[in-house]
């Protein structure tokens, strides 16, 4: 065997090994990433459900142009699952400060679960251009208002 050919297999293994290392290491450290969920007609009832004092659940619905609820008040320190579907065309679901970024499909439902640790005014937007009224398409969490709850 050539000295290079045996260079190239062993740089090859190299990065083989270093690929299934990482993806045995990633596996299960990643929950929060975003599930597809069997569609079920219930999920477009749009509610956030208190499930005890510090989880919630809110049913969002995307459709021209709006979210809803466009307002969800949760107390700080609060685990907010979110299921998502849409009613018309694809729109995105974007909360920037919580690095979440999920798709609103039609026929589809999208979970993910965010911890909200410090109180303020996190904004929803649509980050997938949806029509005429895309950039109005907000919505937001709104994290230990006293004045709401
Ligand atoms: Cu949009």
Known sequence: MDKREKK???ITLGVLALFFFSI?????????????LPYNKTYEERKVTKLDDKTYQVFAVAQMWQFQPAEIYIP???????????????????????????????????KTTVKFDKPGVYKITCHEYCGVGHQNMQAQVIVNNPAAQ
């Open 8 to 10: 190239a297999i062993i």
């Open 24 to 36: 045995l290491y990633a596996r299960g450290k990643n929950n929060d990433l975003v599930e597809c």
């Open 76 to 110: 700080v320190g609060s685990e907010v699952d979110f299921f998502l579907t849409s009613k018309d065309v694809v729109h995105g679901f974007n909360i920037a400060e919580k690095n979440v970024n999920m798709m609103a499909v039609f026929g589809n439902i999208n």
